[in-house]
């Protein structure tokens, strides 16, 4: 028997489908964060940093598949089945505005200023959007009349001033240079990517695809990636920001949480959902990682079980 705690999430109920995507913001100037999640219910969810809720985001018409906050937290974009992106205001919960679009939205990404917005999906274009000329027309990244990428766009991020990243099911990462909306350079996987997460901390692009993880500087330095195979298929991965010396994965084959050392090493199975694992998240500060299921619920785990934290009390097995 271990002497280590056990692991005992807690469960944040409240979607009536599949989470698709979770997000946290960065550490807010009172040292707390948010929780932002995304569910095929249309309704994504705003929480405090120890996983209570603090409200819905109404107005969406379809599936809602990415939401991110901007730095400050008082804005929040989403980008849907319905083919729309919006901005929202979280302190009020309202749409700011509605950006339209020719086909499902997938992923969407603010600017470090918030004074811009990416978007990408089943359309395979990359957009950029002012948000201080919301009325203008969006420009697409690349060139003039060809797609940003050849499938589906799975994931866009924002890193530094002007660089956009974009991930397609065409197994491209694309790194664009946001000021002249050109491509700068692109890396290739063998399989579709599945995911790809911004990990401001380590300055990382966490992507998985296929059986592969991948920890790739999010700006091409020319600094290595660390790239590993997994025995299974993860459907997303998230590195420890502060240690960066183990990172959690989901996948769609069984139910279960995994953390991993970095050489890959299987270091715990955490098991609590009942269904796939869709997504996975470490909060800014380390301490948790959430998980969001094709059950509907987000399951918030303890990097360390027995501390005390948030609403974790630190007598777990009577201690």
Request: proline residues 8%; aromatic residues 8%.
């Amino acid at each position: 028997m271990s002497a280590h705690p056990k692991a005992v999430p807690l469960v944040a109920p409240g979607h009536t489908r599949p989470v698709t995507h979770l997000s946290f913001s960065p550490i807010q100037e009172d040292g707390t964060y948010l929780l932002v999640s995304s569910c095929k219910d249309g309704n994504p969810m705003l929480r405090e940093w120890t996983g209570d809720w603090i409200g819905t985001f109404l107005g969406h018409k379809g599936a809602v598949w990415s939401t991110k906050l901007s730095p400050d937290a008082s804005r929040a974009a989403t980008g849907s089945a319905d083919f729309t992106a919006k901005i929202w205001d979280t302190y009020s919960g309202n749409p700011l505005h509605s950006f339209p679009h020719n086909h499902i939205v997938r992923t969407v990404a603010i600017s470090p200023t918030s004074s811009h917005l990416l978007t990408g999906g089943q359309e395979k274009k990359v957009r950029i959007f002012d948000l201080g000329r919301p009325d203008a027309e969006a420009d697409f990244l690349g060139d003039p009349g060809v797609p940003s990428h050849d499938g589906t766009v799975k994931s866009v991020v924002w890193v530094g001033d002007h660089t956009g990243v974009s991930a397609g099911e065409d197994g491209v990462i694309k790194w664009w240079d946001l000021r002249t909306r050109k491509l700068t350079t692109m890396l290739t996987f063998p399989n579709p990517i599945t995911s790809m997460e911004l990990s401001p901390q380590t300055k990382r692009l966490v992507v998985t695809s296929g059986k592969t993880v991948a920890f790739i500087p999010a700006l091409p330095t020319g600094s290595p990636t660390h790239s590993l195979n997994l025995p299974y298929s993860p459907s997303s991965a998230s590195v420890h920001p502060i240690l960066q010396d183990r990172f959690v994965t989901g996948n769609l084959g069984d139910e279960w949480v995994r953390v991993h050392g970095m050489d890959g090493e299987e270091k715990e199975i955490l098991k609590g959902h009942h269904g796939p694992v869709h997504c996975v998240e470490f909060s800014p500060d380390g301490e948790v990682y959430a998980s969001g299921s094709e059950d509907g619920t987000i399951r918030l785990w303890q990097t360390t079980p027995g501390k005390t934290y948030g609403l974790w009390q630190g007598h777990t097995n009577g201690g």
